[in-house]
């Protein structure tokens, strides 16, 4: 059955810290995997990937891919309190059309 | 240019009811994509449609039903509502078939909080 699990479920980091947060999946014929960043409400798209060890940054974000091991992290360095939110991960195959996400990481930014 | 937008914005209903939710997607996209999210499952994907055709739908009853009109703007039924379903829900919307992975961009809308009684 495919699976997407996140970890950590929550963190709480001072500002300044960097954070990794973990997303390892079963699925079946791979597609992409997704980040999304939920503050409110809707979530927003953040990274797609969908080949291994290439890195895709966007400012203090950052991702990479390892479709060997089955898992993506989502790196923020010099983390800010505009950064607490809910980070989701999303997987997609082939064979079914729908996406699997997982549970998210709570990430609280203190100042 | 307007965003996805979705009525209502919160919604209370009793066990046994039915709902339907509804969505403008943004002008010119022609995919609708609909989302719950609830604390315990996380986000699940609905359904999607696209040119008035469901083309990809998730694993849900068939108490979970949707359509799409002629100007791209979709609805959600749920029928028979139970306590389960309250949940907040999210429609997104898209130039072409909508999810990430076929390189389109999905725009959420704010999304509709249902509340079963």
């Known amino acids: 059955e495919d699976k997407v699990v996140q970890s950590p479920l929550s963190l709480v980091v001072h500002e300044g810290d960097t954070v990794t947060l973990n997303c390892s999946y079963e699925v079946t014929n791979f597609r992409s995997l997704l980040w999304y960043k939920q503050e409110k409400k809707a979530p927003t798209f953040l990274f797609m990937l969908?080949?291994?060890?290439i890195e895709k940054k966007s400012g203090r974000l950052s991702s990479i891919l390892d479709k060997k091991e089955l898992f993506s992290i989502l790196n923020i360095t010099a983390t800010q309190t505009g950064d607490s939110a809910i980070y989701l991960c999303a997987v997609e195959g082939y064979n079914n059309n729908d996406m699997r996400f997982g549970a998210g990481t709570r990430l609280t930014v203190k100042p | 240019k307007a965003g996805v937008t979705q009525t209502p914005r919160y919604l209370i209903k009793t066990r046994g009811q039915q709902v339907t939710l509804s969505c403008s997607p943004i002008s010119g996209h022609r995919s609708v994509s609909w989302y719950q999210q609830t604390p315990g499952q996380g986000l699940q994907f609905l359904f999607e449609y696209f040119s008035e055709t469901q083309r990809n739908k998730g694993n849900f009853p068939g108490r979970f039903s949707g359509r799409q009109f002629s100007n791209s703007r979709s609805e959600m039924n749920v029928s028979t509502l139970e306590l389960g379903d309250s949940a907040l829900y999210l429609c997104?919307?898209?130039?072409?078939?909508?999810?990430?992975?076929?390189?389109?961009?999905?725009?959420f809308g704010p999304g509709t909080r249902l509340l079963v009684l």
């Open positions: 969908t080949s291994s060890g």
């Open positions: 997104a919307s898209s130039f072409y078939l909508g999810r990430q992975g076929s390189g389109e961009t999905q725009y």
